[in-house]
């Protein structure tokens, strides 16, 4: 990297369905100083993640601004502080904060999601398990799930960066952890590698999707106690699949909608209307958002690392070089060729 040059990703244009490397563009630009109360930080980390995919398309469902053309794309980075001109952050200080796809950042701390020790856990963890992906999932279940052990917890996207993580928590809490994924091999990831209790795949051998009715079937052999707890990142025909089998006081974690994603502008995300079985069974189907309890992330990172340590959770980065290699490669037409995090060195 030329200390001298703030590479950034600018978002040339929005895409009209899920992006690709022509909505983006490399420029090269000076480096920003910073005044008082203020320091400047140099990206070691910028992780890839799909909720970048909501950040692009303006609508009335989006929870920040977003992106316009001639912004720097948005993004949480591991960074280091390099000049500081703050009391309260020193150089050489490691910082997990919204610091966007650039080499060099200033900030004054509002912008800071966690303090990095990189003794807790190497640099890229902290983009994947104390990061965006580890809260998630922790403060998902912590404050909407809430599993009890014996409980059956199912998750969607069971294998990926959050889904993977929420499995393992959920055993570690003592439940028991049913997966949904699309792949053989994700099916075999998600028992061998994440220790999940079952796995279910909403795909055929033929990569067709299954039907809503087929696949209620399937969830009905691996969860024969019914679901207490569904960790929804999907939304769409999988959701759908879920509710028959839902118990009594369920609690349902609306986390993410990737299964609609492809979705373009007008375009309705229609399904089933299940108020009569949610009334009947006093289910609990909440929204939730990671950004609710950024200001609580340092909280999260001792159990996170009590239970690495403990061997109850593992996780998965998949690590690449280069700021350029962002979307000018493989950024958003990633999320079905990574099992888990991506993240790019800078
Ligand atoms: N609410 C929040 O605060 C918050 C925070 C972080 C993430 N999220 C959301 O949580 C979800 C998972 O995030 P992540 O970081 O774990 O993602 P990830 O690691 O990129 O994994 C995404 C997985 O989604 C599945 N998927 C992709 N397209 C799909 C489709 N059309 N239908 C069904 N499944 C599809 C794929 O797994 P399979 O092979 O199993 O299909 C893929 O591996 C996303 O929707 C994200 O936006 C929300």
């Known amino acids: 990297m030329n200390a001298m040059i703030n590479r950034q990703i600018i978002v040339d244009n929005l895409p009209a369905g899920m992006p690709d490397a022509s909505n983006f563009r490399l420029e090269e630009g000076s480096v920003p100083t910073c005044g008082e109360g203020q320091f400047l930080t140099r990206c070691l980390y910028i992780s890839v993640d799909p909720y970048m995919v909501g950040r692009m398309k303006p609508s009335a469902a989006a929870y920040t601004a977003g992106v316009k053309p001639g912004d720097v ?12 001109k703050h009391p309260d952050y020193q150089v050489g200080e490691l910082l997990y904060g919204s610091y966007n796809m650039q080499d060099y950042a200033v900030g004054d701390g509002s912008e800071v999601i966690v303090r990095v020790d990189s003794d807790v856990a190497p640099l890229e963890a902290w983009q994947a398990l104390m990061g965006m992906a580890g809260q ?37 809490k ?14 075999k990831q998600a028992l061998d590698t994440f220790g999940y209790d079952a796995v279910v795949s909403y795909k055929d051998e033929a990569g067709r999707n299954l039907s809503p009715a087929e696949l209620t079937e399937k969830l009905k052999e691996a969860c024969p106690d019914g679901i207490d707890v ?37 375009e309705k995300d229609t399904g089933l209307r299940d108020q009569g079985f949610m009334i009947a069974n006093r289910i609990r189907k909440e929204g939730f958002l990671v950004f609710d309890h950024w200001h609580k992330a340092a909280e999260a990172v001792p159990q996170l690392a009590k239970w690495v340590q403990e ?26 060729r990574f099992l888990v995090s991506l993240c790019l060195k800078v």
């Open 136 to 172: 998630t999932a922790y403060w998902g279940l912590e404050t909407i799930g809430q599993p009890q052990a014996g409980e059956t917890v199912l998750v969607s996207a069971a294998v990926g960066s959050v889904g993977s993580l929420v499995g393992q928590i959920a055993k570690a």
């Open 230 to 266: 569904y960790f929804d990142n999907t939304g769409g025909d999988i959701s759908e699949a879920v509710w028959p089998h839902y118990n009594l006081r369920a609690r349902i974690i609306i986390c993410g909608r990737i299964a609609a994603a492809h979705l373009k502008a007008g």
């Open 73 to 84: 794309m948005q993004c949480y980075t591991v960074s280091e502080v390099v000049e500081s």
């Open 311 to 336: 061997g109850k959770i593992t996780y998965q980065t998949d690590v690449m070089d280069g700021i350029e290699n962002a979307p000018l490669k493989r950024f958003c037409f990633s999320w079905n």
């Open 174 to 187: 003592g439940a028991r952890a049913v997966a949904i994924t699309s792949s053989p091999e994700k099916c």
